[in-house]
């Protein structure tokens, strides 16, 4: 017992929720991504078979993959109508947070117009989560924007920041007296490497040139958005969502190894927070991921356990990064996704498990770890993948009525956060 004569460490207000992102759940979406998908979706399931063939689960997968409607978000899964239900599935499963997001393309459709009926429809949204007694935390940027944007060039351009500040400011005036947990953006590594280096994700650019001036533009999209929104509201508590990787050397005593391990955490997963570091009240991460480094930042992770999506799962990885975390940062902690694609739901118990292990290992260290949000409430729409993968608590079956469906593990996680 510790001295709170509590069974285990979480604080007693501790935030268990859970975390989606509008463009992957609400269905009905109107921005770059979509127009990006509705042009690309038969190549992109004429090349599944190359892409995704090595996937130990491809006989599975195949069915889904090889067909394009897969790659099209669509109707996602009617979170957009059904979040009253949904919120009701979120109390059930015990929870008390949620991580959502306001879809700028609906908020303001065509340039400097505003939709009235938007507005209303996220503030009846944020009534309901108060209503069902869940703290709504706020995401504004998760990768998607109005076309118009796109057009204008979207964050490779400076000069187009006004734009989202504009955004932000309606965010402020319409929403935030309700709210108190604010994150700006994203994962603001992954998208600029994967839109713009990579060039896999719209505009599918590779140039360093044009990664760099994202990344440098998305770190003053979010001071610019952390000064407009403490001045409308000082006790906005303000963070972004990073992806953090637990990233180890393959063979520690190899000093190749190690400085390709300090380079890449530096680079993948310090550089932007650094950036930003007097302009958040929390660090807000999400954790996938743990990479093993080898000889010139070469990545070589173990061959199983792996997810359906091919990851190398190490949940308890979380712990030495919240320990990292905790020692550079010494603020506030929030997890803002965790998760696995796990469609046979056969890992995901296994993994909030050995996740809540690690977690409380770090809070009785003294690390300040203020809650946990699962990836996700919902099976959603997996970005270029498209549906096949399952990261839901929540099974969607999409071919019949949008049916949820509670998985087991969830239940399992619901009575346990109930016991504690
Ligand atoms: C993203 C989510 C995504 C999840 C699983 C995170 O990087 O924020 O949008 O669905 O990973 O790939």
């Known amino acids: 017992m510790n001295e709170n004569n509590q069974k285990n460490l979480f604080p007693k207000n501790f935030f268990w929720g859970a975390s989606t992102a509008s463009h992957q759940v609400e269905g009905g979406n109107v921005n770059q991504w979509s127009v990006w998908e509705l042009a690309n979706a038969k190549e992109f399931s004429q090349l599944a078979h190359t892409r995704l063939s090595w996937l130990s689960n491809w006989d599975e997968v195949k ?39 306001i879809e700028w393309s609906r908020l303001e459709p065509r340039e400097g117009i505003w939709d009235t009926d938007a507005i209303n429809h996220y503030k009846k949204y944020i009534d309901e989560l108060r209503k069902q007694n869940i703290e709504p935390f706020l995401n504004i940027w998760h990768w998607t924007f109005p076309t118009w944007f796109a057009e204008k060039g979207g964050f490779k351009k400076r000069s187009n920041l006004k734009y989202f500040d504009r955004f932000v ?33 719209p505009p599918e650019e590779s140039s360093w040139r044009s990664t760099s001036f994202v990344y440098l533009n998305l770190v ?19 963070g972004v969502a990073a992806q953090l990787a637990n990233i180890q050397a ?18 993948w ?19 996938y991921f743990t990479d093993y480094y080898t000889g010139f930042a070469k990545r070589q992770n173990p061959g199983v356990p792996v997810s359906d999506l091919g990851w190398y799962m190490e949940p308890e990885g979380i712990y030495p990064l919240l320990i990292r975390i905790w020692y550079k940062f010494k603020k506030p902690i929030y997890i803002t996704e965790n998760g696995v694609a796990d469609s046979q739901d056969q890992y995901r118990r ?35 993948y498209g549906w096949w993968p399952k990261f839901g608590l929540v099974e969607v079956d999409r071919e019949n009525n949008m049916k949820r469906t509670i998985r087991p593990s969830a239940k399992w996680f619901a009575r346990k956060i109930k016991e504690l």
Not at 169 to 197: G, H, M, Q, R
Not at 220 to 238: E, G, N, S, V
Not at 250 to 267: G, L, N, Q
Request: proline content about 2%; hydrophobic content about 40%; charged content about 25%.
């Open 169 to 201: 400011e309606k965010i402020a005036e319409e929403f935030c007296e309700d709210l108190t947990y604010i994150i700006t953006l994203n994962e603001p590594n992954v998208y600029a490497s994967f839109s713009y280096a990579v060039g896999e994700w």
């Open 269 to 287: 997963n310090w550089w932007f927070l650094y950036r930003i570091k007097n302009q958040q009240d929390f660090i807000g991460f999400n954790y």
């Open 63 to 101: 069915k889904y993959a090889e067909s394009p409607e897969n790659y099209i978000s669509g109707r996602g899964v009617d979170h957009f109508n059904r979040y009253e239900e949904d919120f009701e599935i979120i109390n059930n499963l015990n929870l008390n947070a949620f991580r959502f997001g």
């Open 350 to 384: 296994w993994w909030l498990e050995e996740t809540m292990v690690a977690m409380e290992r770090a809070i009785s260290e003294g690390v300040d770890l203020r809650g946990y949000f699962h990836w996700s409430l919902l099976d959603n729409f997996e970005w270029k």
């Open 220 to 238: 003053r999209a979010h001071k610019r958005a952390f000064k407009i929104l403490k001045a409308y509201k000082p006790t906005l508590q303000i």
């Open 250 to 267: 393959k063979k520690p005593h190899s000093i190749i190894d190690e400085v390709s391990t300090k380079w890449m955490r530096y680079f």
